[in-house]
């Protein structure tokens, strides 16, 4: 089995893991691990400590502020390695509490968010546009500029996405980060999922600087060619918070999209177990997720394609699908609606194991868009709604930074004004309802003409 194995070494090692200027190993971390096959090619990746904002606050729970502590004498180290099936339950016995090991946490599978079926497209993206009111949009600024957004998936093909759209847009192959045993460069990529998430996020935001992120191309032995490991996530994760740390106060603007999720509890610890990942908020990667969260960057992941009426044949939890980073209280899980604004019957419903009114809200899939899959085939699944959502975000960071509104409050600003759908208020159908950029644009206005920031300068960006 995968795991991941958290350790506390010596504030110099964490220290030493945590800059981005030194290129740390495993063997500088722990020196070797008693039935442990560690990973030489997986760089070690500093986790922050959490810690309550308020006195007496649960260090343990997601749902209330926190400080994420990075400090030396704080972090602890993850390092990746694999356990013999049949020895995990007493290699975890005889690890914890020794050499420093402070936790061993499930590794799962990622997979990319497809849909199932064989419907046709439902409109376009013209269509798309169109209900994200884009022109207003752009009218006003809101376009993406300046604002680095990331697509975390399998590549980014640049020339398809350019040549779909009619435009050429930024790729940022500077910030741009790829798994080790991962080649090739960015925005050069096979088409394929990525570049159907980049080319939805840039509908509503085509000045957007694309960072693109192949973590799906890493390969685990018997794994399919799009699918990857958790730990490579965290590994980009703890890219982007470097390059998120290094952007000017005044300007600060990070989205990150990510269309994958974990399908199946089978590799997995069961819920309960101090190594689970899908219901754990104490799992590394969901510290990591909300440690990035509120140090500025605006997250979103898909619902998933676990819908009641037509579930992807991957799933394998037998209820509550949205699970994990998917569920988390400080992202934007999306759920996915056709351009009539019905749910696609694939959507996951909530509630989610992390938090329970998940997903947040829905947006817009099964559409004629990138043709990444071929002539008539839809940008589909959650896949293609969380990154037509990003877009809107990145639309709104182009004027409004998140040292200005925070991705916590910028969330509640989008489900407050998103159309309602299904029943009244919140269902686990569409969340709060479907994006609704004019209502977006709106609240923002109305939030601008009562507030300024502190140094007395116009709330919005010109």
């Not at 020339?159 to 500077?174: C, I, K, M, Q, Y």
């Not at 980073?325 to 604004?341: K, M, Q, Y």
Request: include cysteine.
């Amino acid at each position: 089995m995968r795991v991941l194995v958290q350790l506390r070494p010596s504030p110099d090692v964490v220290a030493a893991v945590a800059d981005p200027a030194v290129t740390a190993t495993a063997a500088d971390v722990v020196n070797g691990l008693p039935g442990v096959l560690l990973d030489p090619t997986f760089t070690p990746v500093a986790v922050p400590r959490p810690l309550p904002a308020r006195a007496g606050g649960d260090p343990l729970s997601l749902n209330q502020p926190l400080i994420f502590s990075m400090a030396p004498r704080d972090a602890s180290v993850l390092v990746r390695g694999e356990i013999a099936d049949d020895e995990v339950s007493t290699r975890l016995a005889l690890l914890s509490g020794r050499g420093g090991v402070v936790g061993v946490y499930a590794d799962p599978v990622i997979q990319t968010s497809l849909t199932c079926g064989g419907d046709g497209p439902v409109g376009g993206w013209r269509d798309v546009r169109r209900l994200l009111a884009v022109e207003r949009l752009h009218a006003e600024g809101y376009d993406g500029s300046g604002v680095a957004l990331t697509v975390t998936d399998t590549g980014v093909n640049q020339r398809h996405v350019s040549a779909t759209l009619g435009a050429d847009f930024v790729l940022d192959r500077e910030r741009s980060w790829s798994p080790d045993g991962v080649s090739g460069r960015p925005g050069e990529f096979d088409v394929d999922h990525g570049t159907m998430c980049a080319f939805d996020a840039l509908l509503a935001a085509p000045k957007a600087s694309v960072i693109d992120i192949p973590v799906l191309l890493s390969r685990r032995p018997g794994g399919s060619a799009l699918d990857g490991l958790l730990s490579d996530a965290m590994a980009a994760f703890a890219h982007l918070r470097t390059v998120l740390d290094a952007q000017p106060a005044e300007s600060r603007a990070l989205v990150v999209t990510n269309s994958w999720g974990s399908f199946s509890p089978d590799w997995d610890f069961p819920p309960g177990h101090p190594g689970n990942y899908s219901d754990n908020p104490a799992h590394p990667f969901n510290l990591i997720v909300g440690s990035l969260a509120a140090a500025g960057a605006d997250i979103l992941f898909a619902a998933g394609n676990c819908g009641r009426e037509c579930p992807d044949g991957r799933c394998a939890y037998p209820d509550q699908p949205i699970t994990g980073a998917n569920s988390h209280p400080a992202v934007l899980s999306v759920a996915g609606v056709d351009v009539t604004g019905e749910r696609v019957g694939y959507s996951s419903q909530g509630p989610g194991r992390l938090a329970d009114r998940k997903p947040d809200l829905a947006a817009y899939t099964h559409f004629a868009g990138s043709g990444a899959f071929g002539p008539g085939e839809p940008d589909s699944g959650t896949s293609a709604a969380c990154p037509v959502a990003a877009g809107v975000v990145a639309a709104i960071r182009s004027r409004v930074p998140s040292t200005v509104l925070s991705p916590s409050d910028l969330r509640t600003l989008l489900v407050r004004s998103a159309d309602d759908r299904g029943v009244l208020g919140y269902d686990y159908d569409y969340g709060y309802g479907v994006v609704n950029v004019p209502g977006i644009v709106e609240a923002l206005h109305a939030r601008a003409s009562e507030t300024r920031t502190a140094e007395g300068r116009p709330w919005l960006v010109s």
